[in-house]
């Protein structure tokens, strides 16, 4: 079965007027995070027969909510995910990848793939974080918690 005939699959993500809007830049990461995750996902909410489903994210203090419906629109699930297990992770990450934008410019070839296996492991860090907050809620194979997180990211982003 191919991923798009899946019923266990995200076909829309939305965000939310909470997140707000930013730079040009920021805006373009986060549609190719949306992209990259439409593209290719495991989505399965707890109890729930099959989608594919809609994802609209908000934000509400700290907390990143998930209102899950189906592809016509029937509520499926809302879930309020903290942030805060996030923060580490991600300050890490941009941290990272800065070092990363940094050397391309002017290390070795082997100084840049060290930073990027870094970068990545804290990513996949990210993205098992994610997908322990998820579960029972929310079955997401390890390819879709890392756009998932991807996209966390992004919303952490200002440019």
């Given at each position: 079965m191919t991923v798009a005939a899946s019923p266990h699959r995200l076909c829309d993500v939305t965000l939310d007027e909470t997140i707000g809007r930013s730079t040009p830049d920021v805006e373009h990461e986060r549609a190719v995070a949306i992209f990259d995750l439409l593209e290719e996902n495991s989505f399965?909410?707890?109890?729930?027969?099959?989608?594919?489903?809609?994802?609209?994210?908000?934000?509400?203090?700290?907390?990143?909510?998930?209102?899950?419906t189906t592809e016509d629109g029937a509520e499926v699930a809302t879930h309020i995910l903290s942030l805060t297990p996030f923060r580490r992770i991600v300050k890490d990450y941009f941290l990272i990848c800065e070092s990363y934008y940094q050397a391309i410019r002017s290390a070795t070839p082997s100084q840049i793939e060290a930073i990027d296996m870094g970068r990545r492991g804290i990513h996949n860090e990210g993205s098992q974080t994610l997908m322990d907050r998820l579960q029972g809620k929310i079955a997401v194979d390890f390819d879709t918690a890392r756009r998932l997180f991807t996209l966390v990211c992004v919303l952490y982003w200002k440019g």
């Amino acid at each position: 079965m191919t991923v798009a005939a899946s019923p266990h699959r995200l076909c829309d993500v939305t965000l939310d007027e909470t997140i707000g809007r930013s730079t040009p830049d920021v805006e373009h990461e986060r549609a190719v995070a949306i992209f990259d995750l439409l593209e290719e996902n495991s989505f399965a909410p707890a109890g729930h027969p099959g989608g594919p489903y809609r994802l609209k994210l908000s934000l509400v203090e700290a907390k990143l909510i998930f209102s899950i419906t189906t592809e016509d629109g029937a509520e499926v699930a809302t879930h309020i995910l903290s942030l805060t297990p996030f923060r580490r992770i991600v300050k890490d990450y941009f941290l990272i990848c800065e070092s990363y934008y940094q050397a391309i410019r002017s290390a070795t070839p082997s100084q840049i793939e060290a930073i990027d296996m870094g970068r990545r492991g804290i990513h996949n860090e990210g993205s098992q974080t994610l997908m322990d907050r998820l579960q029972g809620k929310i079955a997401v194979d390890f390819d879709t918690a890392r756009r998932l997180f991807t996209l966390v990211c992004v919303l952490y982003w200002k440019g």
